[in-house]
């Protein structure tokens, strides 16, 4: 169980002696879901902390206009939408669903107040991670570039994306993108082909996979 806290990020740098309290007073689930079970959905109340211990996730946000969503896969380990437990809106902003056999652990919200709270470690590595959150969107709108239409195909990808890690599929008819970029339809498919030259991406019938955002962030 120790080793198994010390994984995750909101535990790590927490004594033996801590850990040995959180273990006595707060309840643990441990959950597994087998492939393409569904975890949660987006729009779901997010009442718990969520940690994924093993396998993968596929992760997909569909935009409240309806004409595109954006999926990715979440490696383990790694704690799911913390930031979603708390303001105006406490729900899960994508549709989790396992990639493979998966592993999940959660604890009830209510133990952040009651006793999860009295540790100065916890509190330090969650005010990170909501900052973390906060930085990248800071760095997310301030990398625009307006001038150039890859640049702003990449600002809008980038800006999807919850790590630079991983495969991502945009899923969107070439129509709908070329009015999200403000670009002619033509001018649009010519980026993704000249992309898909150079091994940067796979297009496919209304979705276009990007294997490496770094690469791109990169032009």
């Not at 087998?34 to 569909?62: M, R």
């Not at 592993?103 to 005010?127: A, H, P, S, W």
């Amino acid at each position: 169980m120790y080793d198994t806290l010390l994984q995750l990020p909101l535990f790590q740098g927490m004594s033996k002696a801590e850990l040995s309290e959180v273990i006595e007073k707060v309840k643990f689930h441990f959950l597994k879901y087998a492939d393409k079970e569904i975890l949660f959905s987006q729009g779901d109340v997010c009442g718990k902390l969520v940690f994924l211990l093993s396998g993968d996730l596929v992760a997909e946000t569909t935009a409240p206009c309806g004409t595109f969503s954006f999926e990715e896969v979440i490696e383990h380990p790694t704690i799911i939408e913390p930031y979603s437990l708390f303001g105006k809106s406490q729900t899960f902003k994508s549709t989790y669903t396992a990639r493979g056999d998966v592993g999940v652990l959660t604890i009830d919200k209510q133990y952040i107040y009651t006793e999860l709270d009295r540790y100065e470690v916890f509190r330090m590595n969650f005010f990170n991670l909501l900052c973390s959150k906060v930085e990248q969107q800071h760095e997310y709108v301030w990398s625009i570039d307006a001038q150039q239409l890859e640049g702003r195909l990449i600002h809008l990808v980038r800006g999807l994306c919850t790590s630079l890690h991983g495969v991502k599929v945009l899923k969107v008819k070439m129509d709908d993108l070329a009015n999200l970029l403000d670009d002619t339809r033509l001018n649009v498919s010519c980026v993704l082909n000249k992309w898909q030259e150079e091994g940067l991406i796979e297009m496919r019938r209304k979705e276009f996979v990007f294997h490496d955002i770094a690469q791109l962030r990169a032009i």
